[in-house]
């Protein structure tokens, strides 16, 4: 019998699904629930229990956990008071977020899951999460044990002063507990430091042994008691019904999983459900796959860096399909302006979609060609947007970004055929196309005085990284010859045509070797890197001589163009070290400074995607 059952637990050990290697990068936040802009919770902390979880926008989005051992509380998650569990390690990977605690006499595994795998549309789509854990006594002997999850109203709403309504009901092999607000104004709120404030939020378990209750101020409270236990496992699942998603051009638009009007939400939790087991082991191995195939391309430091960019990057857009039946992926810009589908938010959040699944990257700007062919915007050159997360109904930015968004649309889409080695989709848009590279022949060698993505600091002239970027999109070798005269500074290349002495960093130039348009000499870039190793901060390479603050996705971009792993590692290290030391705790800021451990600006948004040109 004991051989028996020695085979019995090797075998289920071995269909256990394994984990990555842990992820040392301490996060300066991690992340819990990632579904879409609107349904997005984070730890902002060293330890799980050390205070609630929050909103990417930094509101309050409290989840609590509590494991009672022997009649002993202790609080795992969120804050509060009592007796609190200890945490042993926290470990993000690229589709789950790994914990353990002791908890008296047992351990406690937990791990928050987001099925994020960009094969699967229907997949990306599913707005459900998953919460497990598995409970192992120390000492290998039996303990009373109960578990408890907590859930606030604050998940559906706003702002806190507004009235909820809370109900619980049953459904098949589920209990399902939902909170939202009493109005329901669907799609009735738009901007960027808001939260959304029509649909439901639901926490939801198998109903067999659990507890599910309404509790004090709105709570929806999921509760299990395993009496006297040697171990335990199980799951709890977190999902958001937001019912319409986005207003595109006048139509309201469903979530993809039910583009159709023919689902519902509870058809999704017990898709989850029944998906569990096989997710889990799917989630685990791409989550190994991610960090090999990111360590073999770029070493350690970078493996984790993108690890921890992977959920970031998806659940700032959210998945839709537009009237004509085409593939929407749409972005906010998240703690920057709210914006949707911003077309220099798409350019550096790309070579994750680029190499995980071309047609995301499709679906990101398919919405900005269909606003200049639908003569809906009139312009030689693309839109910086379509409006204002969740309203998408024509540009609501205060300026225009002439050629960084027509460079931008024309590099994206040849890297697309690149990568779906096709050229349909441009020849799908080829007119659009060429009015847009008319423009650039005209303006883009020198431009004038005009916005580039990196807007926050201000208009200038002259700009030679904004020509690199209209070169690139044009393939003008005849061009290339002068860019070369006008920008030489001696050992590198100005800021601007015209300001001798300055420098930045010539990022858009990665596209000349990962598209092999072998436009500009190897020595522009060699001597540009050379350059960047003298001008290193204790974070980071700045972005250009101005001032001291950089742009984590450029300096990855920046460091792609680098020709040994030497060079690529001492632009990346100062960066690492940056996430790992800042003393600002939020989801990963894409503008801080490289002389301290502060962000300038910007959260949680999509460019963080950029981090994979390495792996393109």
Not at 480 to 500: C, N, P, Q
Not at 516 to 544: C, H, M, Q, R, W
Request: aromatic residues 12%; glycine residues 6%; charged residues 25%.
């Amino acid at each position: 019998m004991t051989r028996l059952i020695l085979t019995i637990l090797i075998a289920l050990a071995a269909c256990a699904p394994a984990r990555a290697e842990r992820n040392s990068l301490r996060a300066p936040a991690y992340p819990i629930i990632t579904i879409d802009p609107n349904t997005s919770a984070w730890s902002a902390a060293d330890h799980l229990y050390d205070e609630d979880l929050r909103h990417w926008s930094l509101k309050h989005f409290p989840l609590r956990g509590y494991l009672t051992v022997d009649g002993v509380e202790y609080r795992f998650m969120g804050g509060g008071d009592g007796l609190t569990a200890t945490q042993l390690y926290a470990d993000v990977q690229a589709t789950q977020t790994n914990y353990a605690f002791t908890c008296g006499p047992v351990e406690l595994q937990l791990s928050f899951t987001a099925p994020l795998l960009m094969e699967d549309l229907e997949l990306i789509s599913r707005p459900v999460n998953y919460i497990s854990y598995k409970i192992i006594p120390s000492d290998k002997t039996p303990h009373t044990m109960s578990l408890r999850f907590e859930a606030s109203p604050l998940w559906g709403v706003n702002t806190p002063d507004q009235e909820t309504v809370q109900a619980k009901r049953e459904s098949g092999k589920l209990v399902l507990l939902s909170t939202g607000t009493k109005s329901q104004e669907i799609l009735g709120r738009k901007g960027d430091d808001v939260r959304i404030d029509w649909g439901y939020f639901y926490l939801a378990a198998e109903k067999k042994g659990t507890d599910a209750r309404i509790g004090e101020d709105g709570m929806l409270i999921l509760e299990r008691d395993f009496g006297s236990s040697r171990m335990e496992s199980g799951k709890i699942m977190a999902g958001y019904d937001d019912i319409y998603s986005v207003r595109y051009f006048g139509q309201q638009l469903r979530p993809y999983w039910n583009r159709n009007g023919d689902k519902t939400i509870d058809d999704m939790f017990h898709a989850a459900l029944k998906d569990y087991k096989l997710l889990k082991r799917r989630c685990s191995a791409f989550d190994r796959k991610l960090m090999k195939d990111a360590r073999s391309a770029g070493g350690r430091k970078y493996a984790e860096l993108c690890a921890l960019a992977y959920r970031q990057s998806i659940h700032a857009h959210k998945l839709v399909q537009a009237p004509d039946g085409s593939l929407l992926f749409l972005s906010k810009e998240n703690y920057s302006n709210g914006s949707i589908a911003t077309v220099d938010v798409a350019y550096p959040a790309s070579p994750l979609y680029l190499k995980y699944n071309p047609r995301l990257a499709e679906a990101i700007i398919n919405g900005n060609f269909y606003y200049s062919e639908s003569g809906r915007w009139t312009k030689p050159f693309p839109s910086h947007d379509l409006g204002t997360y969740p309203i998408a109904e024509g540009q609501t930015y205060g300026g225009d970004m002439p050629v960084e968004e027509a460079g931008n649309m024309i590099i994206l889409t040849a890297a697309i055929c690149h990568r779906e080695n096709s050229w349909a989709y441009a020849q799908k848009h080829w007119e659009t196309l060429s009015t847009w590279a008319a423009y650039l022949r005209s303006f883009g060698l020198d431009p004038e005085n005009q916005l580039c993505t990196d807007d926050f600091a201000g208009h200038f002239a002259h700009n030679t990284n904004l020509s690199i970027k209209a070169i690139e999109a044009l393939g003008a070798y005849a061009q290339i010859a002068e860019w070369v005269r006008m920008a030489d500074d001696g050992d590198h290349y100005r800021l601007t045509f015209d300001k001798s002495g300055t420098w930045s960093q010539k990022y858009n130039l990665v596209w000349d070797k990962i598209l092999g348009l072998n436009i500009f000499p190897e020595s522009v870039a060699a001597e540009e890197i050379a350059y960047y190793k003298t001008k290193l901060n204790p974070y980071g390479l700045p972005l250009d001589n101005r001032e001291m603050y950089t742009k984590s996705d450029w300096i990855i971009w920046t460091a792609t163009m680098a020709t040994s792993r030497e060079d690529f590692d001492t632009l990346i290290d100062p960066m690492w070290r940056f996430y790992n030391e800042t003393v600002d705790r939020i989801p990963m800021s894409d503008w801080y400074f490289t002389h301290a451990p502060h962000h300038r600006g910007f959260r949680a948004r999509s460019v963080v995607g950029g981090y994979f040109i390495k792996m393109l």
